[in-house]
């Protein structure tokens, strides 16, 4: 999951980055993605890597970099977190 919010006049350009990633890494079966707003014009994107190796893979592949890349110079990333654990809804049995 990352947070982040577009540099100053960058807004449409982010957005059609973040497209554009999107894209790559669905058509190459690396992850599936959900992008949220907030109020506060901040944007959250939830990332579902199919597996490890795919997460590698992306880390690696040019189409992928080059959209990281061009990113770097139109948001800042305000928080991210690479891995979350699942919590149990289950009722706790004691």
Same mark, same amino acid.
């Given at each position: 999951?990352? !947070?982040?919010?577009?540099?100053?006049?960058m807004e449409a350009a982010s957005l059609a980055t973040i497209r554009e990633l !999107?894209?790559?890494?669905? /058509?190459? %079966?690396? &992850? /599936? +993605?959900? $992008?949220?707003? &907030?109020? +506060? &014009?901040?944007?959250?994107?939830?990332?579902?890597? @199919?597996s490890e190796e795919a997460r590698q893979a992306a880390q690696e592949d040019p189409? *992928? $970099? /080059?959209?990281?890349? /061009?990113? %770097?110079?139109? !948001?800042?990333?305000?928080?991210?977190?690479? @891995?979350? %654990?699942? *919590?149990?809804?289950?009722? *706790? @049995?004691?």
């Open positions: 999951m990352a !947070i982040w919010e577009p540099l100053p006049e !999107i894209a790559v890494l669905a /058509r190459k %079966g690396y &992850s /599936r +993605d959900l $992008l949220y707003r &907030s109020p +506060d &014009s901040h944007f959250v994107l939830l990332r579902y890597w @199919k189409e *992928v $970099l /080059r959209r990281w890349a /061009r990113l %770097g110079n139109e !948001i800042r990333i305000l928080k991210v977190y690479e @891995k979350l %654990g699942v *919590v149990s809804l289950e009722p *706790v @049995k004691s």
